[in-house]
């Protein structure tokens, strides 16, 4: 078993690898020359030039490659021509505050799925099951920004006005001083993500409670309960890990439209500014560190898959 | 405690009847078993002694007593007081009905004690009656880690654990090879009488129930049609149903059939197949002579299907060579030229897939005369019509998908399209294992006809000896790789040389 | 054993109804006519919407109507003063177009890589899927915005990125749906008659694949809708001052409560259109399912 992990491991880190190929290679594609697409149309050559040379502009490419992932490696995601600092100071406490959106929206969206999942696949056929079948088909449909603006208009400026639909940190402070508007934006990626966990875990659910041994347990006459607690449930977990990792790191980018729908100060709302100033370096940090972020959930995933099978862990 | 089922009715959710008022009575030390093909009903009705209809059906009329407690009438709590403990199942798959993730041990253990009386000595006291290993280390081992055969004497042992007064047995033996299903038959009947349980036996093979059952019910679509002991249902049956069944049993005992002269058609010469450590074809050499029936017998594991797929062209991983006509054949399909794919056919285990479901039967019987041969449109027409009469199938199946014919029917379709080239040797891996035995019957006397006049020769893989009379000249045992024994069908099955034929022999069931 | 007139006796069963095709078993359940209903309506609405909006209101998407932010005209204006409706009835037909021309990207390459992935199995396979599991790296939206910040929010850059980014994740289901039928022995069966491997992909494996490749294609268009919408909403997509349901939500959100039509209109257009969509994929992949489960 833990070759098999390490094996992962291994062709995580070989996919890590690649991904930082393709997003430095994605930067080449830079029509023109950077320098001066930041200093504009009449900055002197001489500028241009001391602005390339600061970049690093004029080496070769798999220099200026090495150079990057280097910095990248030691914690240094390079300079953001911006804001004119490093990218570090500009992204440090975003990632703390993106990282609380994420982190509350995977557990409540993870408990809530699996809990709705397993009971509809319970009650399979009944008026519950069809309704929260019905109603999870609606919400998975919808673009995220637009539950975003129906969270906005119905609980914020039209129909109630509880929670604000923005998000006003004073400066120096922390996005969980004010948790009310934590909510929206919470809520929105929850709204997402959980309608596909629950129905994952549904249709697993139903499929392990039609197999056999599921049968032969109840023909021995246990009861009901320990029927889906001890034998059911845990073969639901092995192949539902993997697509709740995917929806979780899909979370990783969904956070890019919440935040800016709400003005929330996360990383996602940083690579859009980032977009529009057209602020390579920063682009590049934070597609690496969404990538990242995708790579290891479905690593963690995988590890799960692999230890809950019992043909592999009783070696 | 007897079973006395009464008039049982059983319908689907929407009301068209499963089990038409079924009724048996078994008394305590006896075995019923009950007999029928797929679609009979006979699960449905063993299950309902334990009070359990699948999804989809309900019980629609009828009583099962136990005792003298009408289960039908139980709640479901109190059914499931009774269920492991009262009356016990064994399935017909351990595969599929051993939690995989739950140590051996633990599942015997757990139908004690969710009826209140967990006792690990009686664990192991139960695996040592179905003659496994009672040590804490077989007890902590996962089911993956088991034999078939042992996996089933599992299910056996979690029956009888809580001493149960009725075991329902539902096709236990199916899959198992010959040696160990004559083990297992020797367990249940030995527990049966010991235990004095009333068991029902769910069994489509008849010499099986000649050799355990005290007593016989045949099923058909959903009915009982003759009920009695054995010995006078399999001597003396009334019912016309019966009759067939038992007409199409194949009989080991026989007359010896005609000799069969020609010359070598299909050889495999010092054939050996290994996949890493593992050797499953050790250097074997057969010939196939024009015109006669080859079997090829093995077990699960012996390597027959390798060996067939050597020398149809389906694996090129083997060492040796396959000669055709005293040529040698490329080893895969991919580089034999167009005559020689047309003279050696190939006909599938299970005709569920080896039919394209998008594609009607004349689509899929066409496709090797649109390959391998330069027929035009009108006379590949003609040649798929004829050779689906020859199979005995109508030609207004030709339109239809796979999923509207029978297996017997998809079968022998498949044997058309391995036919329509008029190959000069057709090898048989398994096909009719899948099917019931009265279909398997009618594709054997398909096989031979078409043997008689086409001229063709045949290597027939199985595993079931009984089958040799009906259809085999001469037959070739295989075991672990190796040819044990090979010669005329009739001087084997009487005056077998290997001690494994011997053993084959002795434990394969007769009526 | 047996004579031949047995046969007509044991083995002829009553022949089954013919399994009626995928998309008439998806037809009939009831939220395929709901979900096609909604599209339509939707549909209807993006592609005759920029000729009838003049027709009805009387204005252009790109006219001054009046002062910004009044409810002047059916639907009020908007910030720079146009007149909603008719930007409205004219902001669905590009969005529609792209998520289109996306789609179909995605399920052409997607479908042609998955195939041959499953059909070649080993070592190829492996790799294909390992450059598969690169490109799956990204979300799907980052991705978009990692090239438009090179290249900038021109149209076929969106499409070319959203279809691109689609293909991998077709990729990985047709792989899968694939592997299940090569399984089967009537592939071997067609090899061993010589038939080439294109031939094997297209004539027995394709027609077989169809269900899960339908599924996949309803899912992608809805997704597709959402990420042009995102993106344009993102002020990344569809750029001004051109009339698009994902931009004018951007454009009148902050006047949200003062004049909500100009984000009520368009939020309502795309979420009718993709619950619309979702359901119809969700009745293929209810027939698609009943089909395997025989």
């Known amino acids: 078993m833990t070759r098999l992990i390490i094996r992962r491991l291994v062709v995580s880190l070989a996919v890590l690898w690649l991904v930082t190929l393709l997003v430095f290679i994605a ?14 149309q009449q900055a002197t050559p001489e500028r241009v030039a001391a602005l390339q040379h600061q970049l690093n502009l004029d080496a070769p490419v798999w220099e200026r490659y090495l150079d990057w992932l280097g910095g990248v490696l030691t914690g240094d995601l390079g300079f953001s021509t911006s804001t004119q600092g490093s990218v570090n100071s500009l992204l440090g406490d975003r990632i703390v505050a993106s990282l609380v959106l994420l982190v509350a929206a995977a557990v409540i969206s993870t408990a809530v799925g699996l809990a709705l999942g397993t009971w509809t696949a319970i009650r399979r056929g009944r008026a519950v099951d069809h309704t929260v079948s019905g109603i999870s088909l609606v919400i998975a449909a919808l673009p995220e920004f637009v539950i975003g603006m129906a969270l906005i208009i119905l609980l914020s400026t ?36 959980t309608p596909y966990i629950t129905r994952m875990m549904r249709a697993t659910m139903s499929e392990v409670l039609d197999s056999g041994f599921v049968e032969m347990a109840r023909l021995k006459g246990l009861r009901e309960r320990t029927v889906i607690v001890r034998h059911a449930f845990p073969h639901a977990i092995g192949p539902v890990a993997q697509v709740i990792a995917l929806q979780l ?13 709400f003005r929330y100060p996360g990383i996602g709302q940083a690579l859009i500014d980032a977009v529009n100033k057209r602020d390579v370096e920063v682009v590049q940090a934070i597609t690496l560190l969404i990538a990242a972020m995708y790579i290891v959930v479905n690593l963690l995933a995988d590890i799960v898959g692999i230890v809950t099978n019992p043909k592999v862990a009783a070696r | 405690m007897s079973l006395d089922v009464t008039d049982l009715r059983v319908s689907t959710v929407d009301g068209s009847p499963v089990l038409h008022g079924v009724s048996y009575a078994i008394a305590p030390g006896e075995i019923l078993a009950l007999v029928g093909e797929s679609g009979s009903g006979k699960t449905t009705a063993g299950l309902a002694a334990l009070g359990h209809f699948r999804r989809g059906l309900v019980p629609a009329g009828g009583a099962v007593t136990v005792g003298d407690t009408d289960i039908l009438s139980l709640t479901e709590p109190e059914r499931r007081a009774l269920r492991g403990r009262a009356v016990a199942y064994v399935p017909q798959d351990p595969a599929l009905s051993l939690n995989p993730s739950l140590r051996i041990g633990r599942q015997i253990a757990e139908v004690l004690e969710a009826h209140g009386a967990p006792d690990a000595e009686r664990v192991a006291e139960v695996l040592a009656e179905v003659g496994l290993p009672t040590d804490e280390a077989y007890q902590r081992r996962y089911p993956h880690q088991l034999s078939g055969g042992q996996q089933q004497r599992v299910g056996i042992a979690m029956a009888f654990a809580c001493r149960p007064s009725v075991v329902v047995l539902d096709e236990p033996t199916t899959g198992l090879d010959v040696t160990t299903q004559a083990l297992v038959l020797e367990t249940v009947g030995a527990l049966a009488a010991e235990h004095q349980v009333a068991a029902l036996y769910i069994t489509h093979d008849l010499a099986v129930v000649a050799q355990i059952a005290d007593r016989v019910a045949v099923m058909r679509d959903g009915r009982i049609v003759e009920t009695g002991a054995t010995r006078d249902v399999l001597g003396h049956p009334t019912h016309a149903y019966t009759r067939e069944l038992l007409d199409a049993v194949p009989s080991l005992d026989g007359p010896a059939p005609a000799g069969h002269e020609g010359t070598p058609v299909l050889a495999a010469k010092d054939v050996s197949v290994s996949y890493g450590e593992i050797d499953v074809l050790r250097g074997v050499g057969i010939t196939v002579d024009s015109g006669e029936c080859l079997m090829l017998l093995g077990e699960s594991g012996s390597g027959k299907t390798t060996l067939s797929q050597c020398l149809s062209g389906l694996t090129a991983h083997y060492t040796g060579s396959v000669e055709l006509d005293g040529v040698a054949l490329p080893p895969s399909v991919r580089r034999r030229s167009a005559a020689q794919l047309r003279d050696v056919q190939y006909v599938f ?53 796979p999923d509207q014919l029978s297996g017997g029917e998809r079968q022998r379709a498949a044997i058309a399209r391995a036919l329509v080239t008029t190959p000069r040797v057709l090898v048989c891996d398994e096909v009719t294992s899948a099917l019931d035995v009265s279909v398997q019957a009618t594709v054997l006397d398909v096989l031979n006809d078409l043997r008689r ?31 044990a024994e090979c010669g005329p069908v009739d001087d084997v099955l009487t005056r077998p040389t290997h001690a494994y034929t011997r053993e084959l022999l002795a434990n394969t069931p007769r009526l | 054993m047996t004579a031949v007139e047995k046969l007509e006796v044991v083995d002829t069963p009553e022949v089954p109804a013919s399994q009626p095709g995928l998309f008439r078993r998806a037809w009939a359940l009831p939220r395929a006519k709901l979900g096609a209903a909604l599209t339509a309506a939707v549909v209807l609405v993006a592609v005759l919407g920029p000729w009838l909006g003049p027709v009805i209101t009387g204005h252009d998407p790109t006219d001054f109507a009046g002062k910004p932010f009044k409810h002047d005209g059916i639907a009020g204006t908007d910030g720079i003063g146009r007149d909603v409706l008719t930007r409205f009835l004219a902001g669905g037909s590009t969005l529609l177009l792209y998520a289109v021309l996306a789609t179909a990207i995605g399920i052409v390459l997607g479908a042609a890589v998955g195939m041959f992935a499953g059909y070649s199995g080993g070592r190829l396979d492996g790799v294909v899927m390992r450059g598969n599991d690169v490109l799956l790296s990204f979300p799907q939206l980052v991705f978009a915005l990692l090239a438009i910040a090179m290249i900038g929010p021109h149209g076929w850059l969106l499409v070319t990125v959203i279809g691109v980014t689609h293909a991998p994740r077709i ?28 031939r094997i992909l297209t004539g027995e494996v394709l027609p077989n694949i169809t269900g899960p490749l339908m599924v996949e294609l309803g899912l992608r268009l809805t997704y597709s809708i959402g990420y042009v919408a995102s993106l344009s909403f993102l002020g990344l997509g569809i750029q001004p001052p051109t009339a ?20 009520l209109l368009p939020v309502l257009a795309i979420a009718v259109l993709t619950v619309g969509t979702n359901l119809i994929t969700d009745a293929l992949a209810s027939a698609a399912a009943r089909e395997e489960a025989r």
């Not at chain 1, 930067?27 to 950077?34: E, M, Q, R, S």
């Open chain 1, 249 to 261: 790191a899909w979370l990783a980018g969904g956070v890019v439209v919440v935040e800016f729908l």
């Open chain 3, 244 to 263: 698009d349901w994902g931009l004018m939500i951007n454009e009148n959100r902050i006047a949200l409560i003062v004049q909500p039509w100009g984000v």
């Open chain 2, 453 to 483: 006049d086409m001229g063709m020769a045949i290597l027939f893989v199985t595993h079931n000896i009984a089958l040799a009379r009906e259809v085999a000249d001469r037959i070739a045992v295989l075991l672990d790789g190796r040819i």
């Open chain 1, 27 to 40: 930067t080449l594609l830079l029509p023109g020359d950077p320098a001066r697409a930041i200093l504009g």
């Open chain 2, 349 to 401: 285990q299970s005709p569920f897939s080896s039919l394209n479901p998008r594609k009607t039967i004349a689509q899929s019987v066409e496709l090797p005369l649109t390959r391998l041969t330069t027929m035009d449109k009108a006379q590949r027409r003609e040649r798929v019509a004829e050779m689906l009469d020859r199979v005995r199938l109508g030609r207004s199946l030709a339109h239809r998908l």
């Open chain 3, 171 to 198: 990729a990985r289901v047709a792989r899968q749906a694939t592997v299940a039928v090569v399984a089967s022995d009537y592939i071997r069966a067609a090899e061993m008659y010589g038939v080439p491997r294109w």
């Open chain 1, 158 to 193: 039209t129909v109630f006005r509880i929670f604000p639909s923005v998000t006003l940190t004073r400066p120096g402070a922390q996005v969980w001083s004010e948790p009310g508007q934590l909510v929206l934006p919470v809520l929105t990626l929850v709204l997402v993500v």
